[in-house]
């Protein structure tokens, strides 16, 4: 499986048959523009222009963005009900959490997850090899609370999301809160081009990893 970050809470997964997903396009309005990219499918967290500018996806990809279960060639995708915020959506409506079951691994895209870790949420998010998190708070979880994410749900590789970045217009912290609840010997800050490629050779269970990926 190969993931490649394209900014913001937006990344491109692709399956090794070939199927591509690409999860929460975002508009231009953050900021910088979203590269090209064509995709099978795509999954919206939520319909905010941060999140569903779909119009920049090519292919005539099919839109997931509804609370069930979907079947890509090689791909099983399951969408559970969340809330974007801790008020049970009253402040700014509910949240998709994508899981995707990808050459054996379980990868999870938590989109603009606003509420408190609950034992619920947790049951009905794992297992999780991969855990996509939103860390820059204000719109979504924080860096504290995507930490106790991490530790409720003991992934194997982290990729935070949605946090301020160079170009990015949006009022949410930097990726530095939620990395300083690590130790630095489990933190890698890619240098290259933003994409990385796992298989389950690559994971062993014994520890999490989180890795930052810079975008085009």
Do not use: W
Request: net charge negative; aromatic share 6%.
């Amino acid at each position: 499986m190969k993931i490649k970050y394209l900014g913001h809470s937006c990344f491109l997964l692709k399956e090794s048959t070939g199927t591509t997903v690409v999860c929460d396009p975002f508009s231009e309005e953050i900021g910088y523009k979203m590269p090209p990219v064509s995709a099978d499918a795509v999954t919206v967290s939520h319909h905010h222009y941060d999140h569903d500018a779909v119009e920049n996806v090519s292919g005539n990809p099919v839109v997931l963005d509804k609370e069930q279960g979907y079947e890509l060639p090689g791909v099983e995708i399951n969408a559970i009900k969340s809330f974007h915020d801790n008020l049970s959506g009253e402040k700014r409506g509910e949240n998709v959490i994508f899981k995707f079951r990808m050459d054996g691994l379980d990868l999870c895209h938590l989109g603009d997850l606003g509420e408190d870790c609950t034992p619920e949420l947790i049951e009905a998010i794992l297992p999780v090899n991969v855990l996509l998190i939103p860390v820059g708070g204000k719109y979504t979880i924080d860096g504290a609370t995507a930490k106790e994410y991490v530790d409720r749900i003991m992934p194997d590789v982290v990729i935070p999301m949605h946090y301020r970045t160079k170009g990015c217009n949006l009022d949410i912290d930097k990726v530095d809160d939620f990395l300083s609840e690590f130790d630095g010997e489990n933190v890698e800050i890619q240098e290259a081009d933003g994409e990385i490629e796992l298989s389950r050779e690559d994971i062993d269970g014994e520890k999490t990893t989180v890795i930052v990926l810079n975008r085009d």
